[in-house]
């Protein structure tokens, strides 16, 4: 570590220092090792020197160790201090357990942190690599569209168990997987958790920080509280649900999955209805993207900084 702790030092229990840890469940790798090869990359303004097993709107997910990776590492975006990363492995460990308690088991999940310049700090949400045959987009590839498949049955279930005025969930298929047959849910890197009014309890100024200054205003007030605030509502989950399989390349399942949602909403969803959200959302990510690599190029030609993310080539949506 970079001060001279070992890996295992850097680890608790989550509910005094701000990192959630199931002892056992997650190997243990040397995080400051990671994020040494992460500035590099940023350096560079490349990935080509590590094992990158994807891309989150925020986060980038690193496989380590590079070339045969077993933990699968989710960077955050820097937080500007211990006690801001302290903050949300609390929120992190109490969504794991607000679903737990509501049937959704996560896959084995820790959030750790490191030092990054100077009082920032760095988290990584590590969880172990899964088979991609057990994987949610794979699964479906290989069978047959049907309304009562039992991961999509699971999912539908999901939903209604979590999503409500307090917790959301992000139920699109590539988030779940069925280890030894047992549905598990991997996307727990933010804890969707809201007050009483509906507030996000998370600091949406983390996420931010990912978009370009003179515009963080804007989205912070139009566009991420609906983003968030969209994942409490069944039925706008099961239209994300569906709509994301476009994405995925499985749209033959799509009038499975509207059949599987419209048994547990009031006011049914039609495939025209998921086509349009998918086009508008799939625009909304897009126009996103293209405002980070504007960024990114300002920040990198004109300014001679080093851009602190790395993003995604082009992305078929």
Known sequence: MADGSTPEDDVSDGREAGVGFRPGDVPI?????????????????????LTLLGY????????????????AAKRLPPFPSADAAADYGRRFVAYLDRLAERGVVPVASAFRVVVGTGSTRVAYVTQAVLDPDDLGP?????????????????????????????????????NWALVDGQLRYLDVTTPMLFDPSGRAELDLGLFLAAYPWALRGLIGRFVAPDVIGAYRDPRRVGVDLAGNLLKERLAEWIPSVI???????????????????????????????????????????????????????????
């Open 29 to 49: 790798i040397d995080l400051d090792a990671v994020e040494a090869a992460v500035q590099q990359a940023l350096e560079r303004g490349d990935g080509s020197g």
């Open 138 to 174: 794979a699964i479906l590839r290989r069978s047959a569209p049907d309304p009562d498949h039992p991961l999509l049955r699971g999912i539908v279930d999901a939903v209604g168990a979590v999503c409500g005025p307090r917790t959301g969930l992000d139920a699109q298929v590539s």
């Open 259 to 317: 059949e599987a949602v419209n048994r547990t909403v009031e006011a049914e969803i039609t495939e025209d209805e998921v086509r349009r959200y998918y086009r508008s959302d799939a625009r909304l990510w897009e126009l996103m993207l293209r405002l980070r690599r504007a960024d990114r190029w300002w920040q990198r030609r004109i300014r001679r900084r080093t851009y602190p993310f790395l993003l995604p080539g082009h992305i078929e949506r």
């Open 56 to 71: 989150g709107e925020i986060s980038l997910v690193v496989g380590w160790p590079t070339g045969a990776p077993v933990v």
